[in-house]
């Protein structure tokens, strides 16, 4: 049962922006938001922008204020300070006009199990103007459930829920989609192709705001991240420009590990990292038994295997390592769990 979207959606629109995104592009735009319960600070001064057509990943640990911030998006509780945007619309003063450019599926979908798929999003089409049989198909078939559609929800899996939440979220015809970890109960091919499928409705001028704690998945999925944590962004860009900043380890082997670890001490350019300081993938390490993992400027690793060598210290293996989300996450909010 694969997602396969078929309809063109959306247009660009107007709203403030405070990054790089040209105001004639941004859907969402969140401005030095703030928000106080019972006097504790839980969001400080966030601010970020969504361009058309972009997938927005958002990513915190538990207690972060990752879901606070999502509900004071769509309205649910109201910021002690800053603005929100959406397409143009702020959000505290004109909530209607705002909201009606959102779909959005937060935490669970929550759907009558004793009704049919259809009867569901029957029952959401009337809470909507102008959505009528034909919408319900169109949405329908985007996410695949044609043939299970007129089965009762209480016969679905958790993946099939989600596709429903998904089909009923698409109903207003949304400039922006926000989804809260929508690979919930999916298996690894219903992820696969739902990240195709978010990848066409972004393709048609659809934004899509996406939490998740599959980070592996968030780097494959987005064009742009945000890093919360304490209520407070750590980074915002490009999975490709986070990752940049962080660097490459260079990962040697060598058939003296001793002697090698020896000369490496001496080059000024080479920092052997400590291993609580190693964020690397286990399976990797697993593969690579003695080995040496170092900081250093890439364009130095052909003089420094120069250098080995000339020491007379074999080198088995050296290899560039990149980064993974899931590494630099762990690295800046001190190993904290995703919610």
């Known amino acids: 049962m694969a997602f396969a979207a078929k309809q063109p959606i959306g247009s660009n629109v107007a709203a403030p ?5 040209s105001s004639s ?6 401005q030095a938001v703030t928000k106080k319960i019972r006097g504790r600070s839980i969001i400080r001064g966030i601010s970020f922008d969504i361009g058309a057509g972009e997938i927005f990943g958002f990513l915190g640990p538990n207690g972060s204020g990752k879901t606070t911030t999502i509900r004071m998006l769509v309205d649910l509780i109201r910021p002690t300070s800053g603005e929100i945007y959406i397409c143009g619309h702020q959000v505290q003063r004109e909530p209607e006009e705002a909201l009606r450019h959102v779909g959005c599926i937060v935490e669970n979908p929550e759907m009558y199990s004793y009704l ?9 089409a009337r809470m909507q103007e102008g959505i009528d049989a034909a919408r319900i198909a169109e949405v329908v078939e985007i996410v695949g459930m044609d043939n299970r559609i007129h089965d009762k929800v209480k016969t679905y899996s958790l993946g099939m829920r989600q596709r429903l939440g998904i089909a009923q979220a698409l109903l207003g015809r949304p400039k922006l989609l926000i ?6 109960g999916l298996d690894p091919k219903g992820i696969k192709e739902l990240r195709e499928f978010i990848r066409t409705l972004a393709e048609q001028g659809m934004s899509l705001f996406i939490s998740s704690h599959l980070l592996s998945e968030i780097q494959l999925m987005c064009d742009r991240v945000a890093i ?5 962004l750590l980074a915002v860009g490009s999975v490709e420009e986070l990752l940049s900043q962080r660097g490459a380890y260079v990962i040697w082997q060598f058939d003296n590990r001793e002697a090698g670890v020896r000369i490496l001490r001496e080059l000024e350019h080479v920092s052997i990292v400590p291993e609580q300081e190693q964020h690397i993938d286990e399976s990797v390490l697993a593969l690579l038994p003695g080995a040496v993992i170092t900081s ?3 364009e130095r690793i052909a003089d420094t295997v120069e250098r080995l060598t000339r020491s007379g210290i074999g080198i088995t293996a050296v290899q560039k390592v990149a980064p993974t989300l ?8 001190e190993g904290d769990v995703v919610e």
Request: zero cysteines; proline letters at 5%.
């Open 25 to 30: 592009e941004v859907v969402l735009s969140v």
């Open 326 to 333: 899931e590494e630099l996450f762990i690295t800046m909010t």
């Open 296 to 298: 250093m400027p890439q």
């Open 179 to 184: 989804l809260d970890e929508p690979t919930n």
């Open 228 to 232: 919360i944590s304490k209520g407070e």
């Open 17 to 21: 922006v405070d990054s790089g995104i």
């Open 116 to 124: 049919t798929g259809w009867e569901n999003l029957e029952h959401f």
